[in-house]
């Protein structure tokens, strides 16, 4: 076994528990608190993949900002009643199941049906000359620029959106 | 060298989770967490797909999904503190006020 | 480019027909007193009934070809244009729309207090889309018209109904557009096999097997029957009717019942003379079964609006009997026929109309002895009563003399069976106004107090004039009219027998073959 | 050509009558319509004259109908035959205009009256100048419209009004044949003009038409057609139903109308198209079997009617009935002579009896029609009186007056037509006693004995005024002379004029008898008409009580005859209640509303109740749907794995 399969290994071992943890957490905070060091680990796979850039947003907006953004509202909403009450669905026996099919599905449909692209001119090393963070910026204003602008629109509408919503009905 | 397809499985099974997580449980901030989950078992097999490809596509997809995870958080957690305000309950199997 | 006379006047005189009305609704739009809307529709609708007069005028009677034709590209990458012009079996039908909307908007002149604007602009989109589906020339283009005039008619019905208006509005809404949409798959066929292109002319031209002839026919027929109304899809015409304002039961029996007849003789016969041929004996049995069950039903209804409206059914399978004749006389006589039904129906519409605003109730069994409180109007009925019966001297006659000729050259049975509803449409059509007019007048109800009735005022006169001179002029001189359609008939009639349909086809078997 | 002018100027009356009548010149009316009919009378006798020379008028006016091979035209024809008919019908019609100045003076339509009567006027001249079937046709109907307006004329009493609609509705029912017969005519010849169709009538003989899988003779198809027409507008069994409730209409319509001239149209119409009928004896026959049962049949009617008006309208048919016999026997100038006489004596009696209903509308202010509150009338009404009894000498055939000549001919022509011909001639003496003591039982009950009405009003009964009794007069002349141009070879030599006179269009009868024969015949309808007029002077006038007991004692058949053999009631049990009935409870309510509306509405129903049970499905749970859409997206992998 490399090495580099025994850090797979690790990463996935904790991937796995840790999913398993933040979904079956009766308190809410756990799960978010849970789902931090989920974050983080996910973060030290993209590391592995050469995606520093990602790593570093996967840390910076996802544990920082959303993960954040759902512990004010859990607080906000004050829930510590709702950890008296059962926290399963009475269907979920059917949830689990389908969830169950659905990994074996998933993991009999992947030597099956994917068909690899050819590889593109981003190779490990042609990035790494000018690194991850210049490839991507390159990458990103100039072939993906509209898209950009688009999504910088759609962050605009949530932000609108959220503070329609969230605020106080004016009667 | 780690095949392609350990992350995929890996992927796969996360997102399951993410399903299972989402069908079973109560809570709905719970289902929300479980639907940024399957976010991310997704961003995870689509940067595995970067990697091995040598293609940054997957890279920009995955920047894209975390600004759209973004946006798609503020509002939902906004709605739940909306509809929390006039009705307070978060128990999503009390909560059918799309009955047909 | 087919073959056809391009517009030579200096002016595109059928876009302005067709798009006056629609400048007329836009002016209303902006407009506020009553009063001005009142008269500006009036206007409009007077002016769009002068500019329509050059086409009578203009025609060229020798020839069957399409007249002032105007063609524009529109979108060409799906072989869409602007194509318009009118030929003889059309030009009459614009005229008459264009009249009977003059007299619609005259009639609801005191009749439409509430919501005036919107009123007066669904009658000026109405005119307008049934004005672009006698002109329209490629299918796309038509079938905007033909579903643009549905809207109209379903905000008439339903905003300014009567009391069951709803029911009423949404049933004759979902009836035409089930038809409607058959018509569109039928459409889309023929695009596809007719070389991908949605030019009337272009597609009428082509030859089409027999197979797909039978389902494009019967697909064609779903919206055209509907719209006839032939039995026995025609329950939803009485409710409209009745339901109905003034104006709307005009426009409707005066021009909508008529696109569908229209319909069989621009689209179904042309296109598919074989899938004709085949369905000649079905239609016309229906249609036989429509004049007397239409009288029949008549004779029974103790509405007044109901028995005129179920008098149509009756009328109308005159003129679907007459176009099914497939000679001369049948289908001229069945162009004319539509005419006068659209003149003496609308009139008696009218009538009605007027009545109601003075006694507001349609039950037959409340008048009685109206020839003496209301003389003028009395004696105006009884020219449409008799004209209604097919009187000679009056339009009704010479339609349905044509008609019934036609059938009985066509095959002997069906014209002796049509007669037969001649008898029973004097049957009841006297029995009404022997009920309305006759006997003893209840004159504490109606010559004293509220209820007060009053003969016809001059506006309610110079709407109907005009009509009555059409009914005596058709009547004495069909010729005038009659000539416009001869060329375009004879070439219709010409193309249809040069079918090599042989026969023998049984339609249930066909129909069960087809689907399994 | 100044001819047109004959029916137009009629038809002007109408028109400044109908728009300006009622506003402006209401009781002047007449200044107008009178006018307007005696022209019309005196271009008759232009055209008259202008026949008698020889000119025989044929013209198209202009083409009315065109469409491919159809083509008709607005023409006249003015010969021999519509010569006659329009002397009869305008000189009729200006006599009676001038009586309805007495007789409808103060009524409140008062121009409504004449400006119906001059469209009626224009109509029947439009139908006798005709020269192709369309036209007829068109005048055939538009007098049908004519009668319906005047029978309804006081349209406030109920029976008036039922009467003009049944009038039309019956004349329906002949006019469907009539319209068929013009059509067939039409595909038979390729055209409907008179002179096209008897021209070429004869190629056609033997020709057959399939007729729903028989193959009939088309010649007697289209007869028989016509005659349909014939028989509906001339009140022949079995569309007779009408005319006796025509009654309802004023007194000067029944006797221009519907005694004088619309009826006879269909006698017109037979005889014009005599080309045709020649060719086709079944049709003759049947033409002369109709009239015949006919004519025996409203006698029998006319017997024991209390209404004077149906009295005399039951002789009309009658009367009718002889002249169809006539035609039907091959006698078409008998028929017409008889129809142009009749005319006379019978629009006489009319007005006779209306001068009587007037008198006594002045008397009671009510109309009284029953001749058992009559009576005695003759001191108080001797004009009156004395043409009634021209009238009905004439009409019961008492040598030297009118009626005598043209219904000797018609018996004589009968007697000769063979096996048929002599059961009809005898059918025809039948009826000739019946209508001598009809007729005499008329007079004797109204004008004899002592007055049976109100008493208190007797005094006020007076003679009518000169405006009614000259008409009288002069139609009593005409009653009296009019068959003095048919004098019978046998009695006169070439005194036969107007059967020569007609032989052009209508050519000579068949058939020759000897003279003992003829001279038999002659003393036989004299000698009933004797007897039966010395019956009825026996029972109305000797032994006044003998009519109730004879009444009494042959109860059934008296009630059968009084109601008229119940046969408005059999129509009105087998025709019109099950029609009606059918199309209110079977075809509206049952068919209308339950099936096609069952389908219609039930359809809707149908998606609407699954709808419904649909919608159960939307929980409104978000895990329900989330389950759905991971079950989806399970299926959608599936067939992607194991499929392929």
Same mark, same amino acid.
């Given at each position: 076994?490399?090495?580099?399969?025994?850090?797979?290994?690790?990463?996935?071992?904790?991937?796995?528990?840790?999913?398993?943890?933040?979904?079956?957490?009766?308190?809410?905070?756990?799960?978010?608190?849970?789902?931090?060091?989920?974050?983080?680990?996910?973060?030290?796979?993209?590391?592995?993949?050469?995606?520093?850039?990602?790593?570093?947003?996967?840390?910076?907006?996802?544990?920082?900002?959303?993960?954040?953004?759902?512990?004010?509202?859990?607080?906000?909403?004050?829930?510590?009643?709702?950890?008296?009450?059962?926290?399963?669905?009475?269907?979920?026996?059917?949830?689990?199941?389908?969830?169950?099919?659905?990994?074996?599905?998933?993991?009999?449909?992947?030597?099956?049906?994917?068909?690899?692209?050819?590889?593109?001119?981003?190779?490990?090393?042609?990035?790494?000359?000018?690194?991850?963070?210049?490839?991507?910026?390159?990458?990103?204003?100039?072939?993906?620029?509209?898209?950009?602008?688009?999504?910088?629109?759609?962050?605009?509408?949530?932000?609108?959106?959220?503070?329609?919503?969230?605020?106080?009905?004016?009667? | 060298?780690?095949?392609?397809?350990?992350?995929?499985?890996?992927?796969?099974?996360?997102?399951?989770?993410?399903?299972?997580?989402?069908?079973?449980?109560?809570?709905?901030?719970?289902?929300?967490?479980?639907?940024?989950?399957?976010?991310?078992?997704?961003?995870?097999?689509?940067?595995?797909?970067?990697?091995?490809?040598?293609?940054?596509?997957?890279?920009?997809?995955?920047?894209?999904?975390?600004?759209?995870?973004?946006?798609?958080?503020?509002?939902?957690?906004?709605?739940?503190?909306?509809?929390?305000?006039?009705?307070?309950?978060?128990?999503?199997?009390?909560?059918?006020?799309?009955?047909? | 480019?087919?073959?056809?006379?391009?517009?030579?006047?200096?002016?595109?005189?059928?876009?302005?027909?067709?798009?006056?009305?629609?400048?007329?609704?836009?002016?209303?739009?902006?407009?506020?007193?009553?009063?001005?809307?009142?008269?500006?529709?009036?206007?409009?609708?007077?002016?769009?009934?002068?500019?329509?007069?050059?086409?009578?005028?203009?025609?060229?009677?020798?020839?069957?070809?399409?007249?002032?034709?105007?063609?524009?590209?529109?979108?060409?990458?799906?072989?869409?244009?602007?194509?318009?012009?009118?030929?003889?079996?059309?030009?009459?039908?614009?005229?008459?729309?264009?009249?009977?909307?003059?007299?619609?908007?005259?009639?609801?002149?005191?009749?439409?207090?509430?919501?005036?604007?919107?009123?007066?602009?669904?009658?000026?989109?109405?005119?307008?889309?049934?004005?672009?589906?006698?002109?329209?020339?490629?299918?796309?283009?038509?079938?905007?018209?033909?579903?643009?005039?549905?809207?109209?008619?379903?905000?008439?019905?339903?905003?300014?109904?009567?009391?069951?208006?709803?029911?009423?509005?949404?049933?004759?809404?979902?009836?035409?557009?089930?038809?409607?949409?058959?018509?569109?798959?039928?459409?889309?066929?023929?695009?596809?096999?007719?070389?991908?292109?949605?030019?009337?002319?272009?597609?009428?031209?082509?030859?089409?097997?027999?197979?797909?002839?039978?389902?494009?026919?019967?697909?064609?027929?779903?919206?055209?029957?509907?719209?006839?109304?032939?039995?026995?899809?025609?329950?939803?015409?009485?409710?409209?009717?009745?339901?109905?304002?003034?104006?709307?039961?005009?426009?409707?029996?005066?021009?909508?019942?008529?696109?569908?007849?229209?319909?069989?003789?621009?689209?179904?016969?042309?296109?598919?003379?074989?899938?004709?041929?085949?369905?000649?004996?079905?239609?016309?049995?229906?249609?036989?079964?429509?004049? #007397?069950?239409?009288?029949?039903?008549?004779?029974?209804?103790?509405?007044?609006?109901?028995?005129?409206?179920?008098?149509?059914?009756?009328?109308?399978?005159?003129?679907?009997?007459?176009?099914?004749?497939?000679?001369?006389?049948?289908?001229?006589?069945?162009?004319?026929?539509?005419?006068?039904?659209?003149?003496?129906?609308?009139?008696?519409?009218?009538?009605?109309?007027?009545?109601?605003?003075?006694?507001?109730?349609?039950? #037959?069994?409340?008048?009685?002895?109206?020839?003496?409180?209301?003389?003028?109007?009395?004696?105006?009925?009884?020219?449409?009563?008799?004209?209604?019966?097919?009187?000679?001297?009056?339009?009704?006659?010479?339609?349905?003399?044509?008609?019934?000729?036609?059938?009985?050259?066509?095959?002997?049975?069906?014209?002796?069976?049509?007669?037969?509803?001649?008898?029973?449409?004097?049957?009841? @059509?006297?029995?009404?106004?022997?009920?309305?007019?006759?006997?003893?007048?209840?004159?504490?109800?109606?010559?004293?107090?509220?209820?007060?009735?009053?003969?016809?005022?001059?506006?309610?006169?110079?709407?109907?004039?005009?009509?009555?001179?059409?009914?005596?002029?058709?009547?004495?001189?069909?010729?005038?009219?009659?000539?416009?359609?001869?060329?375009?008939?004879?070439?219709?009639?010409?193309?249809?027998?040069?079918?090599?349909?042989?026969?023998?086809?049984?339609?249930?078997?066909?129909?069960?073959?087809?689907?399994? | 050509?100044?001819?047109?002018? #004959?029916?137009?100027?009629?038809?002007?009356?109408?028109?400044?009558?109908?728009?300006?009548?009622?506003?402006?010149?209401?009781?002047?009316?007449?200044?107008?319509?009178?006018?307007?009919?005696?022209?019309?009378?005196?271009?008759?006798?232009?055209?008259?004259?202008?026949?008698?020379?020889?000119?025989?008028?044929?013209?198209?006016?202009?083409?009315?109908?065109?469409?491919?091979?159809?083509?008709?035209?607005?023409?006249?024809?003015?010969?021999?035959?519509?010569?006659?008919?329009?002397?009869?019908?305008?000189?009729?019609?200006?006599?009676?205009?001038?009586?309805?100045?007495?007789? @409808?003076?103060?009524?409140?339509?008062?121009?409504?009256?004449?400006?119906?009567?001059?469209?009626?006027?224009?109509?029947?001249?439009?139908?006798?100048?005709?020269?192709?079937?369309?036209?007829?046709?068109?005048?055939?109907?538009?007098?049908?419209?004519?009668?319906?307006?005047?029978?309804?004329?006081?349209?406030?009493?109920?029976?008036?009004?039922?009467?003009?609609?049944?009038?039309?509705?019956?004349?329906?029912?002949?006019?469907?044949?009539?319209?068929?017969?013009?059509?067939?005519?039409?595909?038979?010849?390729?055209?409907?003009?008179?002179?096209?169709?008897?021209?070429?009538?004869?190629?056609?003989?033997?020709? /057959?038409?399939?007729?729903?899988?028989?193959?009939?003779?088309?010649?007697?198809?289209?007869?028989?057609?016509?005659?349909?027409?014939?028989?509906?507008?001339?009140?022949?069994?079995?569309?007779?139903?009408?005319?006796?409730?025509?009654?309802?209409?004023? /007194?000067?319509?029944?006797?221009?109308?519907?005694?004088?001239?619309?009826?006879?149209?269909?006698?017109?119409?037979?005889?014009?198209?005599?080309?045709?009928?020649?060719?086709?004896?079944?049709?003759?026959?049947?033409?002369?079997?109709?009239?015949?049962?006919?004519?025996?049949?409203?006698?029998?009617?006319?017997?024991?009617?209390?209404?004077?008006?149906?009295?005399?309208?039951?002789?009309?048919?009658?009367?009718?009935?002889?002249?169809?016999?006539?035609?039907?026997?091959?006698?078409?100038?008998?028929?017409?002579?008889?129809?142009?006489?009749?005319?006379?004596?019978?629009?006489?009696?009319?007005?006779?009896?209306?001068?009587?209903?007037?008198?006594?509308?002045?008397?009671?202010?009510?109309?009284?029609?029953? @001749?058992?509150?009559?009576?005695?009338?003759?001191?108080?009404?001797?004009?009156?009186?004395?043409?009634?009894?021209?009238?009905?000498?004439?009409?019961?055939?008492?040598?030297?007056?009118?009626?005598?000549?043209?219904?000797?001919?018609?018996?004589?022509?009968?007697?000769?037509?063979?096996?048929?011909?002599?059961?009809?001639?005898?059918?025809?003496?039948?009826?000739?006693?019946?209508?001598?003591?009809?007729?005499?039982?008329?007079?004797?009950?109204?004008?004899?004995?002592?007055?049976?009405?109100?008493?208190?009003?007797?005094?006020?009964?007076?003679?009518?005024?000169?405006?009614?009794?000259?008409?009288?007069?002069?139609?009593?002349?005409?009653?009296?002379?009019?068959?003095?141009?048919?004098?019978?070879?046998?009695?006169?030599?070439?005194?036969?004029?107007?059967?020569?006179?007609?032989?052009?269009?209508?050519?000579?009868?068949?058939?020759?008898?000897?003279?003992?024969?003829?001279?038999?015949?002659?003393?036989?309808?004299?000698?009933?008409?004797?007897?039966?007029?010395?019956?009825?002077?026996?029972?109305?006038?000797?032994?006044?009580?003998?009519?109730?007991?004879?009444?009494?004692?042959?109860?059934?058949?008296?009630?059968?005859?009084?109601?008229?053999?119940?046969?408005?009631?059999?129509?009105?049990?087998?025709?019109?209640?099950?029609?009606?009935?059918?199309?209110?409870?079977?075809?509206?309510?049952?068919?209308?509303?339950?099936?096609?509306?069952?389908?219609?509405?039930?359809?809707?129903?149908?998606?609407?109740?699954?709808?419904?049970?649909?919608?159960?499905?939307?929980?409104?749970?978000?895990?329900?749907?989330?389950?759905?859409?991971?079950?989806?997206?399970?299926?959608?992998?599936?067939?992607?794995?194991?499929?392929?």
């Amino acid at each position: 076994m490399s090495t580099a399969q025994f850090f797979f290994g690790y990463f996935a071992v904790m991937l796995t528990g840790l999913s398993v943890l933040v979904v079956t957490r009766k308190d809410p905070i756990h799960s978010v608190l849970w789902m931090l060091v989920l974050f983080v680990h996910i973060a030290g796979l993209y590391l592995f993949l050469n995606a520093e850039f990602l790593a570093a947003v996967q840390i910076i907006v996802y544990a920082g900002a959303i993960l954040v953004l759902f512990l004010f509202v859990i607080m906000l909403l004050n829930l510590r009643n709702e950890e008296r009450v059962k926290k399963f669905q009475t269907q979920w026996p059917l949830g689990a199941g389908a969830g169950a099919l659905l990994a074996i599905f998933l993991c009999l449909i992947v030597g099956k049906v994917i068909v690899l692209a050819p590889l593109g001119r981003y190779s490990e090393d042609a990035v790494n000359g000018d690194g991850n963070l210049m490839a991507i910026g390159k990458i990103l204003y100039t072939e993906y620029l509209f898209p950009f602008e688009v999504a910088s629109l759609v962050l605009l509408v949530a932000i609108i959106g959220a503070v329609v919503l969230a605020k106080r009905r004016l009667e | 060298m780690v095949p392609l397809n350990w992350y995929i499985i890996l992927s796969a099974i996360m997102f399951s989770i993410g399903v299972v997580g989402f069908l079973a449980r109560r809570n709905l901030i719970i289902m929300f967490i479980s639907i940024e989950l399957m976010l991310n078992s997704v961003n995870i097999s689509l940067v595995a797909y970067s990697h091995y490809l040598q293609s940054l596509r997957g890279q920009i997809l995955v920047f894209f999904i975390i600004t759209v995870a973004a946006a798609e958080a503020a509002i939902g957690l906004a709605i739940i503190i909306a509809f929390y305000k006039n009705n307070p309950t978060i128990k999503v199997d009390e909560i059918n006020l799309l009955k047909g | 480019m087919e073959d056809v006379i391009y517009n030579n006047l200096n002016y595109p005189i059928i876009t302005w027909t067709v798009f006056l009305p629609v400048l007329g609704a836009i002016i209303v739009l902006l407009l506020r007193s009553a009063t001005a809307i009142r008269w500006t529709s009036l206007i409009v609708t007077g002016l769009t009934f002068i500019i329509s007069l050059p086409l009578l005028t203009g025609f060229d009677k020798t020839t069957h070809k399409m007249q002032f034709v105007e063609w524009h590209q529109w979108i060409p990458s799906w072989g869409i244009n602007y194509f318009v012009g009118i030929d003889g079996i059309s030009i009459l039908f614009i005229l008459l729309t264009t009249l009977l909307s003059i007299l619609s908007v005259l009639v609801s002149w005191k009749a439409i207090a509430n919501k005036a604007k919107e009123f007066h602009i669904s009658i000026l989109i109405m005119e307008a889309g049934m004005l672009g589906v006698f002109v329209s020339l490629d299918f796309f283009l038509f079938y905007i018209f033909w579903e643009a005039m549905l809207i109209p008619m379903f905000l008439l019905i339903g905003v300014w109904g009567g009391e069951n208006r709803v029911y009423a509005a949404v049933k004759f809404f979902l009836y035409t557009l089930i038809g409607s949409v058959l018509m569109l798959v039928g459409i889309v066929v023929l695009y596809f096999t007719g070389g991908e292109t949605l030019n009337i002319l272009a597609l009428s031209s082509e030859q089409y097997s027999l197979n797909l002839q039978f389902w494009l026919f019967l697909a064609f027929f779903a919206a055209f029957a509907v719209k006839v109304p032939m039995f026995p899809f025609h329950t939803w015409l009485p409710d409209a009717h009745t339901e109905a304002p003034t104006a709307g039961s005009v426009i409707l029996a005066g021009v909508l019942l008529k696109m569908g007849a229209y319909g069989f003789l621009r689209f179904s016969m042309p296109m598919f003379p074989d899938a004709t041929m085949m369905f000649l004996k079905p239609i016309m049995i229906l249609s036989v079964i429509a004049i #007397i069950y239409g009288a029949l039903v008549c004779l029974a209804q103790k509405d007044l609006k109901r028995l005129i409206a179920y008098s149509s059914v009756s009328h109308m399978g005159f003129v679907t009997l007459g176009i099914f004749a497939l000679n001369t006389q049948g289908v001229e006589g069945g162009i004319l026929q539509m005419l006068n039904h659209g003149i003496i129906t609308g009139a008696l519409f009218l009538m009605i109309g007027i009545i109601y605003e003075r006694t507001h109730t349609r039950k #037959i069994a409340d008048y009685g002895g109206f020839a003496g409180l209301v003389p003028w109007y009395a004696g105006f009925f009884i020219v449409l009563t008799f004209a209604s019966i097919g009187l000679p001297g009056m339009n009704g006659f010479i339609g349905e003399f044509l008609i019934i000729f036609g059938a009985f050259r066509a095959k002997m049975v069906y014209g002796v069976l049509a007669a037969t509803g001649i008898i029973l449409g004097a049957g009841y @059509m006297l029995w009404l106004y022997q009920r309305v007019f006759f006997e003893k007048a209840d004159t504490e109800r109606w010559a004293t107090g509220d209820h007060k009735v009053w003969d016809l005022d001059m506006r309610e006169i110079i709407t109907l004039v005009p009509l009555i001179i059409l009914i005596f002029w058709v009547g004495f001189y069909p010729e005038v009219f009659l000539s416009y359609m001869h060329t375009s008939v004879a070439h219709l009639l010409e193309n249809i027998n040069q079918t090599n349909y042989a026969g023998g086809d049984h339609l249930l078997t066909r129909l069960i073959t087809g689907i399994f | 050509m100044i001819y047109t002018l #004959i029916p137009l100027l009629p038809l002007l009356a109408f028109i400044i009558n109908i728009l300006f009548g009622r506003d402006y010149i209401r009781d002047k009316a007449h200044l107008i319509a009178v006018p307007a009919v005696a022209g019309s009378f005196l271009l008759s006798l232009v055209a008259f004259a202008g026949v008698l020379k020889g000119e025989v008028i044929n013209v198209n006016v202009y083409s009315w109908i065109v469409s491919g091979d159809f083509n008709v035209s607005i023409g006249f024809l003015i010969d021999q035959l519509t010569a006659i008919m329009l002397m009869v019908v305008t000189s009729i019609s200006t006599l009676i205009f001038i009586y309805s100045i007495g007789y @409808m003076h103060g009524d409140k339509g008062y121009y409504r009256f004449f400006a119906y009567l001059s469209l009626f006027v224009f109509s029947m001249l439009i139908l006798v100048m005709a020269n192709n079937f369309l036209l007829l046709y068109f005048g055939w109907e538009a007098v049908g419209l004519c009668s319906y307006f005047l029978i309804g004329y006081w349209y406030e009493k109920k029976s008036a009004a039922n009467a003009g609609k049944k009038a039309f509705i019956v004349n329906r029912f002949g006019d469907f044949g009539f319209g068929l017969g013009v059509i067939l005519i039409f595909l038979t010849f390729g055209s409907l003009d008179y002179m096209t169709v008897f021209s070429g009538a004869d190629s056609v003989l033997g020709q /057959t038409i399939n007729l729903f899988g028989y193959e009939v003779d088309t010649i007697t198809l289209i007869c028989l057609l016509l005659f349909c027409g014939a028989v509906g507008k001339s009140a022949q069994m079995p569309l007779h139903v009408w005319l006796p409730d025509a009654m309802e209409g004023p /007194t000067p319509v029944s006797a221009l109308i519907h005694a004088a001239t619309m009826v006879t149209a269909g006698v017109f119409m037979v005889a014009r198209s005599n080309p045709l009928f020649s060719l086709s004896a079944t049709a003759m026959n049947t033409v002369a079997v109709v009239g015949g049962v006919t004519a025996i049949f409203a006698a029998t009617i006319a017997l024991v009617q209390k209404d004077i008006k149906r009295v005399i309208a039951y002789s009309t048919v009658s009367q009718l009935g002889y002249m169809f016999l006539a035609l039907g026997v091959g006698a078409y100038s008998a028929g017409i002579f008889h129809l142009y006489t009749h005319a006379y004596f019978k629009a006489l009696l009319f007005l006779g009896s209306g001068s009587v209903i007037h008198a006594l509308h002045h008397a009671k202010h009510d109309d009284e029609q029953n @001749m058992e509150k009559m009576g005695g009338l003759k001191k108080y009404m001797p004009v009156t009186y004395w043409v009634f009894i021209i009238a009905t000498l004439s009409i019961t055939g008492i040598p030297g007056l009118a009626g005598f000549f043209s219904k000797d001919e018609i018996l004589w022509r009968a007697y000769l037509g063979g096996d048929l011909g002599k059961f009809l001639w005898f059918l025809g003496v039948a009826a000739a006693v019946l209508t001598a003591f009809y007729s005499w039982r008329l007079i004797y009950l109204t004008f004899h004995g002592s007055y049976r009405g109100d008493p208190e009003q007797e005094h006020h009964i007076h003679e009518s005024p000169k405006v009614i009794t000259v008409p009288l007069i002069i139609l009593a002349v005409g009653a009296v002379a009019a068959g003095w141009v048919g004098i019978p070879p046998v009695i006169l030599e070439h005194a036969d004029r107007i059967g020569e006179f007609l032989a052009p269009v209508l050519g000579h009868p068949h058939g020759h008898g000897t003279h003992l024969e003829e001279w038999l015949v002659i003393a036989v309808s004299v000698a009933v008409a004797v007897i039966g007029w010395l019956v009825a002077m026996f029972m109305y006038i000797k032994k006044t009580d003998l009519p109730e007991k004879i009444a009494s004692l042959f109860k059934p058949i008296y009630n059968l005859l009084f109601n008229k053999y119940w046969i408005d009631e059999l129509y009105d049990k087998i025709f019109v209640q099950p029609v009606l009935k059918a199309s209110d409870r079977i075809v509206l309510a049952f068919f209308d509303a339950k099936i096609i509306e069952g389908v219609v509405n039930g359809i809707p129903a149908l998606i609407g109740g699954f709808s419904k049970k649909l919608r159960n499905v939307q929980t409104g749970f978000l895990s329900n749907y989330g389950l759905a859409m991971a079950i989806g997206a399970l299926c959608i992998i599936g067939v992607f794995i194991f499929m392929r």
